[in-house]
């Protein structure tokens, strides 16, 4: 027996099983981890997160200012390569930029990731929104404006996995039931953008329409977040349905 199988296969599928757990505890809540903190959250035993967590900061997936362990730049440089941060990112942010431009509140491009909406891009301007996810945090799809944006083109198989993963509230005014959902996502081709009514954070609406991709299909969806009183559906709406529809043409012609 080789000194790698003794080992596990510390170098093979074993040894990245371990570093995708490491990876994996963190997130956008928990970007800097202590090793304690580190270890609850990736499962694994102590001595190895510690080996495998120093082996990983000499590939530069890691670093450790002080005591804390937080991500790489390594991996923010490959992330870069991702289509999906590349392609669509470099594609969408004019669109972006000229709704932040129109509005001055808060923009976002997200795509779908099981029952999740991953932010890709966001501008903020002067005025953030602590309160909303950052670039590489996620939000539930089926209480926000970008999910249901995305959801309402998407294939029933897809929108029946969403809905089968929980509608859990994070306000007295999220949609909790699948017939109020499917309702709200049946009216969004017909004015063409969806709504979050301070369905995901108190005081706070989202507007969000679809991108899509060469062949079609809805790839993405940008948003306009921000207060209540200034992110009106019947204001702003038109403008979100341009700026993603205008996306939609400049990402077809890039593939």
């Known amino acids: 027996m080789s000194p790698a199988e003794r080992d596990g296969s510390s170098e093979g599928t ?18 800097e981890l202590t090793l304690a903190a580190l270890v609850a959250r990736c499962g694994l035993p102590r001595s190895t997160t510690h080996r495998t967590a120093d082996r990983m900061i000499r590939l530069g997936w ?12 390594r991996l923010f440089e490959l992330s870069g390569l991702a289509p999906i941060r590349h392609e669509l990112r470099e594609a969408v942010l004019p669109f972006l930029q000229d709704l932040y431009n129109a509005t001055r509140t808060t923009v976002q491009l997200g795509v779908l990731k099981e029952a999740q909406v991953l932010v890709v891009e ?9 309160m909303l996810s950052q670039v590489g945090g ?22 029946s996995e969403v809905l089968a993963a929980g509608l859990v509230p994070r306000t007295p005014r999220t949609l909790t039931t699948e017939v109020a959902v499917l309702r709200e996502l049946a009216a969004i081709p017909h004015r063409g953008w969806a709504v979050d009514r301070e369905e ?4 706070v609406n989202c507007v969000a329409a679809p991108v899509f991709g060469p062949l079609g299909d809805v790839v993405a969806a940008l948003s306009v977040t921000g207060p209540t009183a200034l992110v009106r559906a019947d204001r702003i709406g038109p403008a979100v349905r341009l700026a993603a529809a205008a996306a939609s043409r400049a990402y077809a012609t890039r593939r």
Do not use: E
Request: with cysteine; charged share 20%.
């Open 138 to 159: 996620t939000i539930p799809a089926h209480c926000s404006g970008l999910g249901r944006a995305i959801l309402a083109y998407s294939d029933p198989a897809v929108v």
């Open 14 to 31: 074993g040894g990245l099983d371990r570093a995708a757990a490491i990876l994996g505890a963190f997130d956008a809540t928990h970007r």
């Open 200 to 203: 995901g954070n108190i005081g």
């Open 122 to 130: 966001k501008i903020t301007g002067h005025q953030p929104m602590p």
């Open 62 to 73: 890691l670093d450790k200012p002080k005591d804390r362990y937080r991500i790489g730049n």
